[in-house]
């Protein structure tokens, strides 16, 4: 599998060099110890005689620092530029090699002359005076960058991302399942609630990683449970009415105010019925107050509250809403789907949800068509965008999980499905109650060996299509 080397970001051909250097105000100190020493101490040289010589090793002393800095100045250029720089970049290399080799001997030379002059006029050794010592360098903080968000909203290469405990805020299940699939993920996700300040450290903390984070920004408590469905502070008439512009303003200017792109998939699932934010029930009736048409009507308040602040210049606007084959009939319309969308200028990528999960229907085929066909078909008829998977996953519960995964990637490679910019797939284990019964569907990529293997496979066999970074 082609991969974008180990020492640069899926975004660009260059790494952030960080190099100790040698302060010239150090330099300057040893220099001026020294010229203290011999004046105090030599009867043979004059102190005149003294300084002049000093001065000259000084001189040889500051010029290789000056080189020094011009030559690591040079590299980090080359290093910016693509792979036919690199001739270029070995030649300062060495240049940089004789030039700490200049400056260690200007050094060693200073130490000489303050050891040398060291002596009292009559031969009997005095003690030199300590050199008072060099100012500690601070460490050297590399800022973190990202790429555009025109860049990344239209990239040259599908995204793969993936939801796992706690990550972005640690990343130990992310590393240990992508060292078990070859390759870093391009995107994380992750989710926050409305009674949450936005968390500038899980974006920062996404980009020092190379990846993209994207927030599901879910407008109830974080810690509400997902049987809950009625929210009556949270309702979209609430939202509407203002009672949360107050806090969105001021996520907005935190959005702003860190500087770095994110995706957000602002109330995911809408068309569905199990959200506080979904607007009917399957029987018609209405779920948290809400009424149909306030849905999109809450996302343009959100959207333009944001442009207020700044913030859509950061901001990678997600409509995601879920697959429709599963829900109840009269919820499967073009239509329906369509009066939950905000508009074309109020959205960057539409997405969905789509997993492959029991209870399977007679004659259901474990396929990427049959999870995802249906919706993509209207999600392409709703609007003409990018289109991000933006959750997906397979239960290993009947042992359909690693054909289901072997036909995903497929349906990625096929020519039909170029405008999807790329998937994040949900691996975790969650347990739940499907159909009345409770469950545990393991929707982690390495739940079973063939599984994984599936996956490996499959990513793999995508090349440079996908946005996958090297491990380590």
Same mark, same amino acid.
Request: aromatic share 12%.
């Given at each position: 599998m082609s991969r974008i080397t180990a020492r640069a970001s899926w975004w660009a051909l260059s790494r952030t060099r960080s190099r100790a250097t040698v302060v010239a105000a150090s330099v300057l100190v040893?220099?001026?110890? !020294?010229?203290?020493?011999?004046?105090?101490?030599?009867?043979? %040289?004059?102190?005149?005689q003294q300084t002049i010589r000093v001065a000259e090793t000084l001189g040889k002393a500051k010029q290789a620092s000056e080189d020094r800095q011009g030559l690591l100045a040079r590299i980090d250029a080359l290093e910016a530029e693509l792979a036919s720089a690199e001739?270029?970049?070995a030649d300062a290399e060495a240049q940089l090699a004789e030039s700490d080799g200049a400056l260690q001997a200007a050094l060693k030379e200073l130490a000489v002359v303050g050891k040398s002059e060291s002596a009292s006029r009559n031969g009997a050794p005095v003690a030199a005076r300590a050199p008072a010592k060099a100012p500690a360098a601070a460490p050297v903080t590399q800022p973190v960058t990202a790429p555009s968000r025109d860049e990344l909203v239209?990239?040259?290469?599908?995204?793969?991302?993936?939801y796992t405990e706690q990550a972005p805020h640690n990343w130990?299940?992310?590393?240990?399942?992508?060292?078990?699939?070859?390759?870093?993920?391009?995107?994380?996700?992750?989710?926050?609630?409305?009674?949450?300040?936005?968390?500038?450290?899980?974006?920062?903390?996404?980009?020092?990683?190379?990846m993209l984070p994207m927030l599901t920004w879910e407008s109830r408590p974080i810690?509400?449970?997902?049987?809950?469905?009625?929210?009556?502070? /949270?309702?979209?008439?609430?939202?509407?009415?203002?009672?949360?512009?107050?806090?969105?303003?001021?996520?907005?200017?935190?959005?702003?105010?860190?500087?770095?792109?994110? !995706?957000i998939r602002l109330d995911h699932e809408m068309n569905g019925t199990w959200y506080p934010w979904s607007e009917?029930?399957?029987?018609?009736?209405?779920?948290?107050?809400?009424?149909?048409?306030?849905?999109?009507?809450?996302?343009?308040?959100?959207?333009? %509250?944001?442009?207020?602040?700044?913030?859509?210049?950061?901001? %990678?606007?997600?409509?995601?809403?879920?697959?429709?084959?599963?829900?109840?009939?009269?919820?499967?319309?073009?239509?329906?789907l369509q009066r939950f969308y905000p508009g074309d200028e109020y959205?960057?990528?539409?997405?969905?949800?789509? /997993?492959?999960?029991?209870? /399977?229907?007679?004659?259901?085929?474990?396929?990427?068509?049959?999870t995802f066909g249906q919706t993509l078909q209207q999600l392409r008829a709703v609007a003409s965008k990018p289109i991000m998977l933006a959750e997906v996953g397979a239960s290993e519960i009947e042992g359909h999980k690693p054909e289901w995964v072997k036909s995903f990637f497929e349906a990625l490679g096929r020519p039909e499905n170029d405008d999807i910019v790329g998937f994040s797939w949900f691996s975790l284990a969650i347990t739940t109650y499907v159909g009345g019964e409770r469950a545990t569907n393991?929707?982690?990529?390495?739940?079973?060996?063939?599984?994984?293997?599936?996956?490996?496979d499959g990513l793999a066999s995508l090349g440079d299509r996908m946005k996958v970074q090297p491990v380590g």
């Open positions: 040893a220099a001026l110890a !020294a010229v203290s020493v011999v004046v105090w101490t030599s009867p043979e %040289i004059s102190p005149v001739e270029g970049q239209a990239p040259d290469a599908s995204y793969f991302g993936m130990a299940t992310l590393d240990a399942t992508a060292a078990k699939v070859g390759g870093l993920p391009s995107i994380v996700g992750y989710f926050g609630g409305w009674d949450e300040e936005f968390r500038p450290d899980a974006v920062t903390r996404a980009w020092s990683r190379g810690a509400a449970q997902n049987d809950v469905i009625e929210e009556p502070e /949270y309702s979209l008439p609430r939202i509407l009415d203002g009672a949360f512009d107050e806090y969105l303003h001021r996520y907005a200017q935190s959005i702003k105010a860190t500087g770095l792109p994110l !995706a009917q029930r399957g029987d018609g009736s209405a779920i948290n107050g809400n009424r149909p048409g306030d849905y999109a009507a809450m996302w343009r308040h959100v959207h333009d %509250i944001f442009e207020q602040e700044g913030a859509n210049d950061l901001v %990678i606007w997600v409509w995601a809403p879920n697959r429709i084959d599963k829900l109840p009939t009269q919820m499967r319309t073009l239509e329906y959205v960057d990528w539409v997405g969905m949800s789509g /997993y492959l999960r029991p209870p /399977y229907r007679d004659g259901e085929a474990y396929t990427f068509d049959a393991d929707w982690r990529i390495d739940s079973r060996a063939d599984s994984l293997a599936a996956f490996r």
